[in-house]
């Protein structure tokens, strides 16, 4: 609401599922499937979400908490850009309070960074996402945490978010709406009759139970583990878990989100999350997205190019190191995990060489994009349950993360 008080936005809370809709249950409690949770209850749909663990215990949670102005993927992934510049604009306006708008910079040390410089603001300007020049005296005095030795800076809409409560401020409104949000229960098994999916069966980890649900669409939202739920109707998604480490230190040491101004690469971002300083992020390929680690050559670099850019941050106390593994597309022979586009993609296996009816994946994407992901998907939900309903989520101000613990 505004400072006047007038309401400018309709309110969480309004929506209930409609009498007979249809069933449509999402496989995945990351942010993804949160928010689809959100936009199919606002469609009036009767939502049944299963998670393994707890909502966002997967790559959700683990991410560095970046609310992405698109820049850093404007010279190597226009689509990913475009898409993450216009949720940015949403996620403010849809969840007030959570984040830290404290804008990014991206910071040329090198001559070599230097000559990025304008291709990088060509790329930008194509996608939308606004750039401010600043010079080494402004940078410095904006950040002054920054290396002395930078030549300049260029200025971006970035912004810091909790990687946990935006997607619990979608959870929350889910629920209330009418959303069954199950965690720990993982889907073991998907009911298959023929070419169509009809439902899921779970195991409830709490009590050790199994059970059937039945649905009339059967969402896949696993994230990196998204092949493997396809694999369990028969169907082949070609997810590539791309993890990356990262590294918490002691001590907020900058105020703005730190980039190194170059294509993206190991350990070029540096951002304030409280009062702890996150390095990231590295990038290699796995099969197993539960296959984690922290390796201590990934942890060196993360400090080291780190500190190129924050020089504090060489002699902080390490807090934490941890990994995520992210959900890229794609297949073998295409490349390293940096090689691979963030876009989202949605597939209607009804469409598949070897059509499997009742079945979708959304896979992709960016923990900005979640929205978006969730109604490119819900428009395609939709059109298979032949319902003409007008996707509400850009406007709906989302319930605090804090009810999502309330009853």
């Given at each position: 609401m505004p400072l006047d008080g007038r309401e400018t936005r309709p309110e969480a809370g309004e929506a209930r599922p409609e009498a007979g809709a249809p069933h449509v249950v999402i496989v995945g409690g990351g942010g993804t499937g949160g928010a689809l949770a959100h936009d199919l209850t606002l469609r009036g749909l009767r939502v049944t979400l299963v998670e393994r663990g707890e909502v966002t215990s997967g790559?959700?949670?683990?991410?560095?908490?970046?609310?992405?102005?698109?820049?850093?993927?404007?010279t190597t992934d226009r689509a990913a850009a475009i898409e993450c510049i216009a949720?940015?604009?949403?996620?403010?306006?849809?969840?007030?309070?959570?984040?830290?708008?404290?804008?990014?910079?991206?910071?040329?040390?090198?001559?070599?960074?230097?000559?990025?410089?304008?291709?990088?603001?060509?790329?930008?300007?194509?996608?939308?996402v606004p750039t401010r020049r600043l010079e080494r005296e402004e940078a410095l005095r904006m950040e002054p945490g920054l290396n002395p030795e930078l030549q300049f800076a260029i200025q971006v809409p970035d912004a810091t978010m909790d990687a946990m409560r935006v997607p619990l401020?979608?959870?929350?409104?889910?629920?209330?709406?009418g959303a069954d949000i199950r965690p720990f229960t993982e889907a073991i098994a998907l009911t298959v009759a023929g070419r169509t999916v009809s439902g899921v069966r779970v195991r409830d980890h709490a009590s050790g139970r199994e059970y059937?649900?039945?649905?009339?669409?059967?969402?896949?939202?696993?994230?990196?583990?998204?092949?493997?739920?396809?694999?369990?109707?028969?169907?082949?998604?070609?997810?590539?878990?791309?993890?990356g480490v990262m590294v918490a230190v002691g001590g907020r040491h900058c105020n703005m989100v730190v980039s190194r101004l170059h294509p993206p690469g190991d350990g070029d971002l540096v951002l304030p999350q409280r009062q702890r300083t996150v390095l990231g992020t590295s990038s290699w390929l796995v099969e197993d997205p539960d296959d984690l680690a922290a390796p201590a050559d990934h942890v060196e670099t993360m400090v080291r190019e780190g500190a190129a850019l924050v020089p504090a941050v060489a002699g902080a106390e390490i807090r934490a190191t941890w990994s995520a593994a992210r959900p890229l597309i794609g297949g073998a022979g295409e490349g390293a995990g940096r090689n691979l586009a963030r876009a989202?993609?949605?597939?209607?296996?009804?469409?598949?060489?070897?059509?499997?009816?009742?079945?979708?994946?959304i896979a992709g994407g960016k923990a900005t994009t979640l929205r978006a992901m969730a109604e490119v998907t819900a428009d395609v939900v939709c059109a298979k349950l032949g319902r003409v309903r007008r996707c509400e989520t850009a406007e709906v101000v989302l319930l605090p993360h804090a009810a999502w613990y309330s009853a």
């Open positions: 790559t959700t949670g683990r991410h560095h908490g970046l609310l992405h102005s698109g820049a850093r993927y404007a949720e940015n604009k949403i996620l403010r306006r849809i969840c007030p309070g959570s984040f830290e708008e404290n804008d990014g910079l991206f910071v040329a040390i090198t001559d070599e960074d230097a000559d990025y410089e304008k291709g990088f603001l060509e790329s930008c300007w194509q996608c939308a401020r979608f959870f929350a409104t889910a629920r209330r709406n059937d649900i039945g649905a009339d669409v059967v969402v896949n939202a696993a994230g990196p583990w998204a092949g493997k739920v396809a694999a369990l109707a028969g169907v082949s998604v070609s997810i590539v878990p791309s993890p989202l993609r949605c597939f209607d296996h009804a469409t598949d060489a070897t059509p499997m009816e009742g079945f979708v994946t």
